[in-house]
């Protein structure tokens, strides 16, 4: 048997493999990442990592040995080039071929690069890889004044930490308001807030024209109003692009990520995909959706490895996340729509609060700011199915969680 093979040894990559294991798979696992690295968390890179906090030991899914111990391969530091579906195989860069059963498509997705001038010069950074992360954090050491631009859950990570370091800090983001795409007007408002105290500007409502610099070092960020940052460090953080070129060029369905049934098949069903390359069905969303976070990546994984170890159910896991920035944990549980409703519990004056989002009258999503409790009660209830009314939540002294138990 030729087993199986995953492209990517990220979350996704190395969670599969691992699950595979723990569900009694027998053949072959193979993980194959282009990336010189053990598979590794991303999440503290922005965080505890960038604060200095956790060394790269604290980075790793699994200590290196375990891999070996579960008989599961990791080919680091290798690129696969093509798949060829016909005899089930996939090239290597290094001109090597490996055969699958079946193979798991973990790709992740890459930084969207600004398109601008002066994008390429020292001193201007994203943040993606631990490689990305080591040197960033080398130059946050030195820097004085950084400009971050784009106003997500990276850029915002990353203010607070360069903030706390002693920098000033500018924000430049392109929409009217911080997280636009993933939260809230309300948590917005809050969280904009929140980075102020911290000592962060913002500037909302505009794009970045050219980064300037002297001898090859970033110095200035132009903006669309005209405005000139001085920036001795500048970090883009204004999205991802799915990687799917492998799986185009092998003639699957892409579209927004890698296309996928409620299975985690993609059209061919020797492959699946999974994590932040795959675009898949979710019963908390309207069509397909990519999810880019570790339970979305942790959980498809499991939910393809039971596939291969004869325990088939379709995906519908609850999709939740996190972000801490500065002395607020955010966590999200359930996707928010542009048009919700929203009601608030808690006071958010306290710095403990949650969002109550509510698509068609029912609560779909909460986004809770050091609440754990309004969190991990959404959680149960969107697993069972049952979230209440906005009618119900509206009623005075309402509590998320006695309202589970
Ligand atoms: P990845 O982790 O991107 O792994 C894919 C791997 O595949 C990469 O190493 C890539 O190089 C490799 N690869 C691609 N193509 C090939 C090829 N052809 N051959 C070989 N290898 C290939 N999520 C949260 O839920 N909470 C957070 O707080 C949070 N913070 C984050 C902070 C940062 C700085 C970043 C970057 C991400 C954060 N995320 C967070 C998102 C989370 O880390 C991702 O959703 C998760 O890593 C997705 O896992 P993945 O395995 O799908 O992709």
Same mark, same amino acid.
């Given at each position: 048997?030729?087993? #199986? ?5 990220? *979350?996704?990559?190395? *969670? ?6 723990? !569900?009694?798979?027998?053949? +072959?696992?193979?993980?194959? /990442? ?9 999440? +503290? ?31 680091? %530091? ?68 950084? #400009?971050?631009? /784009?106003? !997500? ?17 500018? #924000? ?11 939260? &809230?007007?309300?948590? &917005?408002?809050?969280?904009? *807030? ?18 300037? %610099? ?64 795959? &675009?898949?069905?979710? +019963? ?10 570790? *339970? ?29 920035? %500065? ?26 609060? &949650? ?13 809770? #700011? ?14 069972? /199915? %049952? ?19």
């Amino acid at each position: 048997m030729s087993g #199986v093979v995953i492209v990517g040894a990220g *979350q996704a990559a190395a *969670q599969a493999a691992l699950s595979l294991r723990d !569900g009694g798979y027998q053949a +072959p696992v193979t993980l194959v /990442g282009e990336e010189s690295e053990q598979p590794y968390q991303r999440p +503290p890179l922005s965080k505890a990592y960038m604060l200095g906090k956790a060394d790269e030991a604290a980075l790793r899914v699994r200590q290196p040995d375990l891999y070996a111990a579960q008989d599961i391969r990791v080919v680091t %530091g290798e690129r696969v080039e093509a798949i060829d579906r016909a005899s089930r195989r996939v090239s290597l860069a290094c001109g090597g071929e490996l055969a699958y059963d079946h193979l798991i498509l973990a790709t992740g997705a890459r930084n969207r690069a600004l398109p601008v001038r002066g994008a390429d010069l020292d001193g201007v950074f994203m943040l993606r890889t631990l490689e990305d992360a080591r040197r960033l954090r080398a130059r946050l050491t030195t820097a004085r004044r950084a #400009v971050v631009v /784009g106003a !997500g859950f990276i850029g915002l990570e990353f203010a607070a930490v360069a903030a706390k370091s002693g920098c000033a800090v500018e #924000v430049i983001e392109a929409a009217e308001r911080v997280m636009a795409r993933a939260v &809230s007007p309300f948590m &917005s408002v809050f969280f904009a *807030q929140a980075h102020r105290d911290m000592g962060v500007v913002f500037h909302f409502a505009e794009g970045v024209l050219a980064i300037t %610099g002297a001898d090859g070092e970033a110095a200035e960020v132009h903006t669309t109003s005209g405005r000139r940052v001085a920036a001795d460090l500048v970090v883009v953080g204004i999205g991802v692009i799915p990687n799917v070129e492998l799986a185009e060029a092998a003639g699957l369905a892409t579209g927004n990520g890698i296309c996928t049934d409620a299975d985690l098949l993609t059209s061919d069903p020797s492959i699946s995909a999974i994590g932040d390359c795959a &675009s898949s069905p979710s +019963p908390f969303a309207d069509g397909p959706v990519r999810i880019e976070s570790v *339970q979305n990546a942790t959980d498809q994984a499991r939910a393809v490895a039971r596939r291969l170890c004869g325990r088939p159910a379709p995906y519908g896991a609850v999709p939740w996340f996190w972000s801490d920035q %500065g002395a607020h944990k955010l966590q999200i549980a359930g996707l928010g729509r542009p048009d919700d409703e929203t009601l608030v519990l808690g006071d958010p004056s306290t710095g403990r609060f &949650s969002v109550c989002r509510f698509h068609r009258g029912r609560l779909a999503c909460v986004e809770s #700011v050091n609440r754990a409790a309004d969190h991990m009660a959404m959680r149960k209830l969107l697993q069972s /199915g %049952g979230t209440p009314s906005m009618e119900v939540v509206a009623t005075p002294g309402f509590d998320l969680k006695a309202f589970v138990a």
